[in-house]
T-cell receptor
Framework: GQQLNQSPQSMFIQEGEDVSMNCTSS?????WLWYKQDPGEGPVLLIALYKAGELTSNGRLTAQFGITRKDSFLNISASIPSDVGIYFCAGTPSGANSKLTFGKGITLSVRP | SAVISQKPSRDICQRGTSLTIQCQVDSQVTMMFWYRQQPGQSLTLIATANQGSEATYESGFVIDKFPISRPNLTFSTLTVSNMSPEDSSIYLCSVDKASGSDEQFFGPGTRLTVL
């Protein structure tokens, strides 16, 4: 089945820094979603993207739907300690009856 | 967004037993889903809970192991049957934002440990 690739598995940044995360696939996706999961909680939807080239912001977060429809990135600007968590990309592959597919996630640590 | 609750929030069970997890939504939703998240891993879809008909299971998951109920548009249950330590995971229910939307909202999860 279609897979979403997220790497590295972990990222460590200093408070105040910007960070960018990428998500790629070998297949075309119709939708890209970015979720954040805090310890002991379910994933929370951050940003949803529906059109190739679309750039969407949510506060300090910005995400883009790649032109090729095979990738997406999420930027976090001016990081703060509460940005710590696991960031998952997810998407719906092109094709009938496609189900939401999740990447393996990136664990973000923010040093104060 | 919909408010989703799950019961229990966590449990420790003996192998060979079964556990039923409940998912309640504060509004009627079209689609409800059940996911498994093994320790340190991503989310894997178990099945789609269909109201008024049998659940639709993904490859690798079967009804005998994970029976699902969906008696109405706000409630679903997932049972983990004849548990083994390999079933230790977080089990999450989710709902679609709106009919036809790819966006899903997730419950807080049920943390299951099987001894």
């Amino acid at each position: 089945g279609q897979q979403l690739n997220q790497s590295p598995q972990s990222m460590f940044i200093q408070e105040g820094e910007d960070v960018s995360m990428n998500c790629t696939s070998s297949s075309i996706f119709n939708t890209w979603l970015w979720y954040k999961q805090d310890p002991g909680e379910g994933p929370v939807l951050l940003i949803a993207l529906y059109k190739a080239g679309e750039l969407t912001s949510n506060g300090r977060l910005t995400a883009q739907f790649g032109i090729t429809r095979k990738d997406s990135f999420l930027n976090i600007s001016a990081s703060i300690p509460s940005d710590v968590g696991i960031y998952f990309c997810a998407g719906t592959p092109s094709g009938a009856n496609s189900k939401l597919t999740f990447g393996k996630g990136i664990t973000l640590s923010v040093r104060p | 967004s919909a408010v989703i609750s799950q019961k229990p929030s966590r449990d420790i069970c003996q192998r060979g037993t079964s556990l039923t997890i409940q998912c309640q939504v504060d509004s009627q939703v079209t689609m409800m889903f059940w996911y498994r998240q093994q320790p340190g891993q991503s989310l894997t879809l178990i099945a789609t809970a269909n109201q008024g008909s049998e659940a639709t299971y993904e490859s690798g998951f079967v009804i005998d192991k994970f029976p699902i109920s969906r008696p109405n548009l706000t409630f679903s249950t997932l049972t983990v049957s004849n548990m083994s330590p390999e079933d230790s995971s977080i089990y999450l229910c989710s709902v679609d934002k709106a009919s036809g939307s790819d966006e899903q909202f997730f419950g807080p999860g049920t943390r299951l440990t099987v001894l």
